[in-house]
């Protein structure tokens, strides 16, 4: 999954440790702080629905920028070049800005406390229940990736054993989601994201520095991988080859698109950041207050692995059965290279509240849909709020404990961005196919929720597994292959949803209120019934002021890029 060169170890001192105890102790005390606040399972699975915008839209973010995000992103940058931008301006803004201005309101006024949950309400106990079983697997998958990957890294930057770094990691971030729930989770989430920025902006600036800045940079990877790396588009035409090994079709489908929408409307690790706001509004601007640092974060993530390819040629051409670096080291190869003690363990202290960030948002959205959706609705119904409260956090401690043990099934990943964006694939993309119809289609019956959800996932793990593995088709990269998967999930998914609802009787008109677009919720014309904080009539507040401003600053950053 993640593979690290030797010779990477950090000259860590005391001052060093001290910066990362002095962490650990805060992470704590959050969490000491957030308990008195807990009271039922809604204040622990939601935060109470309490929260302001600006803490849950950066929460948001921060659940996103995990490790995985940092070390994968930035090893895309050494090996692809330019062409990571898409991962952000393509493949995430449009499909925040969908969430906020169109989604939320679905999922803020129904009142959910889940998206599984959603589904419920919309298709019924079997949409439910399988989507509860398929988010809690990959929420465990991808906590793991970030625990295990986590435990790698420490163990080459500072020679901890794996075994430490999972306990002392896992144990913190297990302590302050049992002790405060997802308020300890968010405003800890809060706190990482500045800290991962003050790790990765003194890496870039000095990296920079080092390579002769910006035009330094550009002259340097144009001799050495030439015009198209410093490109987003160049050489994505149809039929032609690139290092992506996708066009610009599969590109705006696959990444954009699909893959995209996917993940960043129906993923519950970040919708549970949303739905935590004190209000409609709040929800609503959540997703689309996180755009904007989401669309500057290449900065800080892609542009240090261009670096790392300009200082370490060798990057990526190793054998790593001999040490040799892979593109997984591009950001402690900088770390090692370029930052003094001090702002070293600022450093390691931002990568592992990064990884701690990541597992955190999968751990506290594997507890919410367990306890809820599973053993709550089917399993232990009908108990005392306090029996879930309690079971809430027993759960947590469970996902932390499977989470250690599901990461070795990604050992067969080089990259760990692939590995990450294959289960999106798998488990995403049918999951937004149910969604999208459900939500504009009112003839869409329940059975087609069901079978919608199993035969595009079932159909993306053909086309992964058996197509694209066993060399039937030929598809030049594995994230190629994971583009073409989504769109094969996505429209075997519709086409079997539009069959499927054609030879089976609709749900009732009346129960599809507030749950299908163009219908209002008993609450009120937005399905809200809410009361408005002051404020939240400013024009700068306004979510289409914010949704629109996101998307054009995002298309003004593919200018350099693209010409």
Sequence with gaps: MITLAEGLRLPTNWLDYTILALYFAVVLGIGLAARRSVRTSLDFFLSGRSLPAWVTGLAFVAANLGATEILGMAANGAQYGAYTVHWYWIGAIPAMVFLGLVMMPFYYGSKVRSVPEFLLHR???????????????????????????????????????????????GFFVLAYITIGGLSSAIYNEVLQFFV???????????????VGGWHGLTDSLTATHGDAFLSAWQGTGIGEANPLGANWLTIVL??????????????????????????????????LIAAFPKIFIPLVVVVPGLIAVVMEPALGKGDPAQGGLQYNDAIPVLMRDL??????????????????????ANVSSFNTVFTNDIWGAYLKKGRPDGYYLTTGRVVTAIGVLIGMGTAFIASSFSNIMNYLQTLFS?????????????????????????????????????????????????????QGANFVSSIVAFVVGALVMVAVTLVTEPRPAASLAGLVYGTAAPGGPDGSAELRAAGDDAWYRKPAVLGWGAVALAALCYVPFSF
């Design 123 to 169: 298709f019924g106990p079997s949409s439910h229940l399988l989507s509860s079983v398929i988010f809690a697997v990959s929420s465990v998958l991808i906590a793991g990736v970030n625990l295990y990957a986590m435990a790698i890294v420490l163990q080459a930057l500072l020679g901890w054993p794996q075994w430490v770094a999972i306990v002392v990691a």
């Design 339 to 360: 930052l003094p003690n001090g702002v070293l363990g600022i450093a390691v202290t931002g990568l592992l509240a990064a990884f701690m960030a990541g597992m955190a």
């Design 196 to 210: 991962i920025l003050a790790a990765l902006i003194p890496l870039t600036i000095v990296g920079l520095k080092r």
């Design 254 to 287: 696959g990444l954009g698109f699909v893959m995209s929408f996917g993940y960043w409307t129906t993923n519950f690790a970040e919708v549970q950041r949303a739905l935590s706001a004190k209000n409609l509004s709040a929800a609503r601007r959540t997703p």
């Design 426 to 478: 798998f488990f995403n993309v049918p999951l937004f196919v149910v969604f999208i119809i459900g939500m504009f289609w009112k003839r869409t019956s329940a059975a087609a929720g069901f079978w919608g959800l199993l035969s595009g996932t079932v159909a993306a793990m053909v086309n992964y597994f058996w197509l694209y593995k066993q060399g039937i088709i030929a598809i030049p990269s594995e």
